[in-house]
């Protein structure tokens, strides 16, 4: 599965952008420090998103396409 397709998934499962995500991380007070764990299992516990799609959007936070 392409990076794309992870993105789309995770967009058609939580009606959310990985743009919309990262505001969302802001909010929480999660910044460029912020390790993946906290991340993914604020994701994981609050939009049921698996390992792989948590792990997709950490990454966009960091920049990955």
Do not use: C, R
């Not at 995770?10 to 999660?30: D, H, M």
């Not at 997709?56 to 936070?61: D, E, G, K, L, T």
């Amino acid at each position: 599965m392409s990076f794309q397709a992870y993105l789309d998934n995770i967009e058609t499962k939580t009606g959310k952008t990985p743009n919309e995500f990262i505001s969302l991380a802001k909010v929480k007070g999660f910044g460029p420090d912020t390790k993946s764990g906290e991340i993914t299992a604020w994701l994981k516990e609050d939009f049921a998103l698996g390992h792989g799609h948590a792990m997709a959007i950490y990454a966009s936070f960091k920049g990955k396409t």
